[in-house]
């Protein structure tokens, strides 16, 4: 069996190394070698905002636009850090313009893209719009910028976007790799500092590549608001962890938090792993109704300072027993931010052992929870083991003290 495990483990290394060289050709058969095509100097932290799929998917409108920017602006969302507005697929007519252009759906958006950036603004937020790496985009109801990325990059640009999630739809066989570095460079043609949010649903493995072409990858499939969607989604992005960095982060979709698929426990589990993982926190439920647990959730103050912690390492699975999980991630200051997932059916004590962290054996540290937003009076050295409920989570800050 070991011989075995040990076989399949090279195999895969093996491929892991062939796909590589193979991503690499490519982006030099583009004359881009290794070099960054985007330097827009945007999304030094993981982005954090609303986008508008997961809740309404095509039944949005600028009302409903307006309104999520007066409600993260009510509920104190954007001073913690929430400053995206996002359109997803459906804001525009069906055919471009007789000049190619987008238009916006007279039916939902009357007034404009443009207007509606201009009122977003001066809330003191950004814009984000959605197309496609395609000929149409995923619903095919509105044109896909491929062949057409400058001049779509110019529009965005002229508007005001300050986002762009490109998605994977209906293209002409080539591969991402290489239509998406095409907007890369309509994007920064344009000066306009955009975020850039590849959305190729890990086809590729973007975390290999996406670093030299856009602020944020997708490595999975869109998630779906349940339990076990959420986890696998966790799953899949924590293997790319090392490729995250300032500028560059591994996406594993947006938050689910307030669609009502999950219990309290599992939002707070969500809520959790896409922090420590420096994931983009993009709500995706209708703020104008949230309940007073999701907006708990999502305004965690303590949580979100993981996320956002400037040295910007993405947490990985640092120990294992059964459905049991440690994960961690150092911060700043020396400290380390660590998360305990039960996806069991039964409550367990989940160890921390320091040298599952990387502390050296003799370090005393002071713990943090914060959920519970209280220092722990006790300290810790060698290990630290919380009890944990079933599809619940308990997350904490360590600090150093001798």
């Known amino acids: 069996m070991k011989r075995y495990l040990a076989s399949q483990l090279l195999i895969s290394l093996l491929l892991?190394?062939?796909?590589?060289?193979?991503?690499?050709?490519?982006?030099?058969?583009?004359?881009?070698?290794?070099?960054?095509?985007?330097?827009?100097?945007?999304?030094r932290t993981p982005p954090m905002g609303w986008n508008s799929w997961n809740h309404f998917w095509c039944g949005i409108n600028e009302t409903i636009v307006r309104e999520?920017?007066?409600?993260l602006v009510s509920t104190g969302l954007s001073k913690l850090g929430y400053e995206y507005v996002n359109l997803d697929d459906c804001w525009a007519e069906l055919n471009r313009d007789s000049e190619g252009n987008f238009v916006a759906r007279k039916s939902t958006f009357p007034s404009g893209i443009k207007a509606l950036a201009d009122y977003v603004h001066s809330k003191g937020l950004k814009l984000g719009i959605y197309s496609s790496a395609g000929y149409k985009t995923c619903t095919q109801t509105q044109p896909g910028s491929l062949g057409y990325e400058e001049r779509d990059a110019m529009t965005f640009a002229s508007w005001g976007i300050d986002y762009l999630k490109y998605d994977n739809c209906f293209f002409d066989g080539t591969k991402p790799i290489v239509r998406y570095p095409k907007m890369t460079r309509a994007l920064m043609k344009t000066g306009r500092p955009i975020f850039y949010s590849l959305c190729e649903w890990g086809d590729m493995h973007p975390?290999?590549?996406?670093?030299?072409?856009?602020?944020s990858w997708r490595n999975t499939m869109d998630i779906v608001d349940n339990w076990d969607s959420m986890v696998s989604r966790a799953d899949a992005n924590e293997v790319y962890a090392e490729y995250a960095r300032p500028g560059g982060w591994n996406d594993p979709d947006m938050l689910e938090i307030g669609n009502g698929g999950m219990t309290n426990d599992e939002y707070i589990v969500h809520f959790s792993i896409w922090a420590i993982s420096k994931a983009p926190l993009i709500i995706g439920c209708d703020l104008r109704s949230a309940s007073n647990e999701t907006l708990a959730i999502l305004g965690n103050k303590e949580v979100i300072d993981v996320n956002q912690d400037p040295l910007g390492v993405q947490a990985k699975k640092v120990r294992m027993i059964g459905d049991c999980e440690v994960w961690a991630a150092p911060l700043t200051g020396y400290r380390m931010a660590v998360l305990f997932v039960n996806r069991a059916l039964f409550a367990y004590g989940i160890p921390a052992h320091w040298d599952d962290l990387g502390l050296p054996q003799d370090t005393v540290v002071q713990v943090r929870d914060l959920w519970k937003h209280e220092t722990l009076k006790k300290t810790y050295k060698n290990k630290f083991e919380p009890t944990i409920a079933s599809h619940a989570c308990k997350m904490f800050v360590l600090t150093p003290i001798s």
């Open 16 to 43: 892991l190394i062939s796909f590589s060289v193979s991503a690499s050709r490519f982006l030099r058969s583009e004359n881009d070698t290794r070099r960054n095509l985007l330097t827009n100097g945007v999304g």
């Open 68 to 71: 999520t920017a007066d409600a």
């Open 207 to 215: 975390a290999l590549w996406g670093d030299r072409v856009g602020n």
